[in-house]
């Protein structure tokens, strides 16, 4: 009973650097989210796919990247990191788009860029 | 612009005691609002949740109550636990437009023996 995976758990990053988190869900869900969560910002949505094929902004896109691998990945991609995207980002999925029963959030990673 | 106010930012309880998170929002079209809890460490997990037809539920040792036209909700945990220490977050959902969460910005609750 995975639920959702995340890798890495923990990265250091220069700035100017690129990175890919990875994210996998195991329960057929159809729609993937990813969020940055920041002391006293609470969680705020950066990309989500509300179906396989499908990816739009969230509240904070700038400076990153999304894949919708297929039904069960959804990657993030930092092509250039900057000081200001050191945060812990947490993948949620869940069985639709708008549907909170079964919403699933990964154990998330904490990114630093030095 | 935030649309789910969440206070206070910390709250300290003693054991046996009565935690009261409060949120405010200011989106009418928000139709469901569920609450989540954070261990440390660990992603968010779904706590309880409420529509805006109902002025109360309540889990266990959890309840929400409801206020549409004040466009307030809040947590109650009765009996509080040391093992509810967590950060808590309310949160909201427009699930008639953009079916995007939005989270208020969490309550660190610590309870002392």
């Known amino acids: 009973n995975a639920g959702v995976t995340q890798t890495p758990k923990f990265q250091v990053l220069k700035t100017g650097q690129s990175m890919t988190l990875q994210c996998a869900q195991d329960m057929n869900h159809n729609s993937m989210y990813w969020y940055r969560q920041d002391p006293g910002m609470g969680l705020r949505l950066i990309y989500y796919s509300a179906s396989e094929g499908t990816t739009d902004k969230g509240e904070v896109p700038n400076g990153y990247n999304v894949s919708r691998l297929n039904k069960r990945e959804f990657s993030l991609r930092l092509e250039s990191a900057a000081p200001s995207q050191t945060s812990v980002y947490f993948c949620?999925?869940?069985?639709?788009?708008?549907?909170?029963?079964?919403?699933?959030f990964g154990s998330g990673t904490r990114l630093t860029v030095v | 612009q935030q649309q789910v106010k969440q206070s206070p930012q910390s709250l300290i309880v003693q054991k046996g005691g009565i935690s009261i998170i409060n949120c405010a929002y200011e989106n009418t079209a928000f139709d469901y609002f569920p609450w989540y809890q954070q261990f440390p460490g660990k992603g968010p997990a779904l706590l309880i949740a409420?529509?805006?037809?109902?002025s109360e539920k309540k889990e266990g040792r959890f309840t929400i109550s409801f206020n549409k036209s004040a466009k307030q909700f809040s947590l109650h945990i009765m009996d509080s636990q040391p093992g509810d220490s967590a950060t808590y977050f309310c949160a909201a959902i427009d699930r008639a437009g953009s079916y995007q969460l939005t989270f208020g910005k969490g309550t660190k609750l610590s309870v002392i023996p």
């Open positions: 409420i529509r805006p037809d109902v």
């Open positions: 949620a999925s869940s069985p639709q788009h708008g549907v909170t029963e079964g919403y699933t």
